[in-house]
């Protein structure tokens, strides 16, 4: 018997593959309040000018953390990762459609990835 099969019998004999189920409780219930909270505390409309600002650029910023290291890690090479990001920046900074930044940015990794 290998170690992980151990493991779970371990797991069985001490009651602990139910306990499973009150850990997806707690989660679903605790997501369900991260959600459900500010719905409903928050009825008035909101004035402050700083949370406002916040609270708008809030999914910029998620989708930015979790995009970026993504970008760099897909590649076999982060070098290439980055080059391709780069080329993404330049070609959007100068207000191209995102079909040519798409293309340009895969182009310039698939050829860094054959070079490295």
Do not use: D
Not at 81 to 93: E, I, K, Q, R
């Amino acid at each position: 018997m290998n170690s992980s099969g151990f493991m779970l019998l371990a797991a069985q004999e001490h009651g602990l593959l139910h306990n499973v189920w009150i850990y997806i409780a707690i989660m679903a219930l605790v997501t369900y309040l991260i959600r459900m909270l500010p719905l409903t505390l928050l009825r008035k409309e909101i004035k402050n000018r700083i949370l406002k600002s916040f609270l708008y650029y809030v999914p910029y910023v998620t989708l930015s953390v979790m995009t970026f290291p993504a970008i760099l890690h897909a590649t076999q090479s982060i070098y290439s990762g980055a080059a391709g990001f780069f080329t993404a920046l330049l070609l959007a900074y100068k207000k191209q459609s995102l079909p040519v930044v798409a293309v340009f940015s895969c182009l310039v990794v698939f050829l860094l990835e054959l070079v490295i």
